[in-house]
Every structure is written in C-alpha cells, then in structure tokens.
C-alpha cells in the first residue's frame, strides 16, 4: 500500500498549482534569504506568522480567542519526528522543530523536481518514493535526530544531472510552485496542531487507547484540511510529510500505533479536498484539468474504494 502516496503525488501535480490567493500571497515568505540557520528560522517564523494571521481572518470567535492563546515555537533541533500541541503551566504551545521544518520544505521542492522531471524519466516517482524511504533509514539510524548537512538531495539519488536540477530550480515557474507547495504543507501541519487545540484533545487526559489517539489525529486533520481550505489552500500541501510517514510506516497499521497510517492519511486529505472543490462555485473550475477525480468520476471513484478497503 505504500505506492498510495506515489499515486497521491501524482493526483496533486497539477493541482496544487492552482491553489488560492491566500496561498500565493502567503508563498512570498518562503524563501529563506540565507543558509544560515537562525536567519532561516526567522524566515520560518515569518511564515508561521503569516499564517496565523490567515487563519484568525477566517476562524470563528471562539476558535480565534484560542488562537490567541497559542505560542508557536521552532525549537533549533533536528529532531523531525518533533510536531506536537500541548498545554502547560506557561499556556498552550505548538512546537515545530527546526528539523522537520526544513526537511518538509526540502521534500516539497523535491516532489516539484519529479513533476517537472517526469516527462523525461516516467519512473522518477517511484524514485521519488524510494529516495523517501531512504530518508526514513537514515533518519532511523541516528535516532530521529540528522544534521540538515547530512541528508541525501533527491537529485543525486534520482539520477538527474545536477545541471538540470540547478537550471530547473531557477524558473520562475518551478520557484512558484514550490513556494506554493511549501506554504501549503506548512499550513496543514500547522493547522493540524492548532486543531487539538480547538477541539479540546490538549485539554483531556492523555488517550486510554491507541484507537482513541488515532482519532484523535484524525479529527485533527479533518480540521485541518477545513481550516486551510478556508484561506483557499487545499490539504494537497500535506502529502510531502505524509508520504514521508507512510514510507516509514510500511502497508499495516501496528495495534499500538498512535496514527492512522500516513497512505490513509493522504488518501482522506486527497478525497476531501476534492470534495470541498467540488461543492465551492469558487474553487469548482480547479479540477476542470482532471474531470475524472470529480466525485463519482472514474479516478475519484478507484482511491475512494482504495480508501474503504485499506483504512476502514
């Protein structure tokens, strides 16, 4: 089941890059302006910032009088298994840790890579999921923990000559979309957290099961995938980080896992994008270029029933 997230890629090429104005707008503060490290989380924190202000146009009262509350942070570690929403004495925190950020970004400017790519090799997407899964390894190996020096670039895995991968990168079409894409998956994961916020997961006890905790996650996500639509971001922008979690994951969910599995996960933030198009007079015309993933279409109608018979 792990191919999902390559099918999933390949459904989201086209259509992230008709995202929002919201998202090209908010696309303009990711582009870090130095390598070095805190400059870069300045530029991250400028994005954070730029989307809480999104989301509390957006948001009902009691949802933004929540918000408020909330201090987003980006601890400088390169732990990328660091995503969490908690409540403390201090009040309610997210932390996003330096790691996972820059590794999100690096595997959104990745996928761009393969789209871009693919006309010239028809199997870079299942390099694309290879390279990630290596990434997973590697990852693994030292711990959840690797210097950003360290990581493999998609590019020498794949095979594609650095000279195209360079020439590529620096139009203006390819910065677009990856700005777009990396805004996009920024604002899920984002979303994601702010949602155990408002729908009171960081203020119950911890779960009793891990059933109760994936639901937990699930609802999350629904939240999310709802938030962002709201500033015309669809949840496409989650499935770099999710297939990176599906790759880790393998093809069965585990009993005591506390999330569902990252293929079901970007099946439902697919599936209910497209049905949140689909209903909007204002967001409709995006799926004009693949009319077969309109609800009840032929495509929409396969990962559907992939979705009813691996994640139910």
């Not at 908010?26 to 805190?38: C, G, H, Y």
């Not at 899964?133 to 711990?143: F, G, K, M, P, V």
């Not at 677009?176 to 920024?186: D, E, F, K």
Request: glycine fraction near 4%; aromatic fraction near 8%; charge should be negative.
């Amino acid at each position: 089941m792990i191919a999902l997230s390559r099918l999933a890629c390949m459904l989201a090429a086209g259509l992230v890059l008709a995202v929002g104005s919201a998202s090209a707008v908010l696309a303009q503060t990711s582009e870090p302006d130095s390598a070095a490290p805190l400059s870069m989380r300045d530029d991250e924190m400028r994005m954070i910032n730029a989307l809480l202000d999104a989301f509390m146009e957006v948001m009902a009262p009691d949802e933004q009088a929540i918000l408020r509350e909330i201090d987003v942070r980006i601890p400088m570690d390169y732990d990328v298994t660091r995503v969490v929403a908690y409540r403390d004495d201090s009040g309610r925190i997210i932390e996003v840790s330096f790691g996972f950020f820059g590794l999100a970004i690096q595997l959104c400017d990745d996928e761009v890579l393969a789209d871009y790519y693919a006309a010239q090799d028809p199997g870079i997407y299942d390099k694309f999921e290879a390279y990630v899964t290596s990434l997973n390894e590697a990852i693994d190996r030292n711990e959840q923990s690797m210097s950003q020096h360290a990581l493999p670039r998609f590019a020498l895995f794949a095979g594609i000559p650095e000279e195209t991968a360079t020439a590529r990168a620096a139009q203006e079409d390819f910065k677009s979309y990856a700005a777009n894409l990396r805004t996009s998956a920024i604002a899920f994961v984002l979303a994601h957290e702010i949602g155990h916020h408002v729908l009171g997961h960081t203020d119950m006890p911890p779960p009793e099961s891990p059933a109760v905790s994936r639901e937990r996650e699930s609802a999350a996500d629904r939240f999310a995938a709802e938030l962002t639509m709201r500033v015309g971001m669809p949840a496409f922008g989650a499935l770099p980080a999710l297939a990176l979690f599906a790759a880790a994951e393998g093809e069965t969910l585990e009993p005591q896992a506390s999330h569902p599995l990252g293929t079901c996960r970007i099946l439902a933030a697919m599936l209910d994008s497209v049905d949140r198009l689909a209903v909007d007079e204002r967001t409709v015309h995006l799926l004009d270029q693949s009319p077969d993933m309109m609800p009840g279409g032929e495509r929409y109608e396969y990962f559907r029933t992939l979705m009813k018979t691996n994640c139910s």
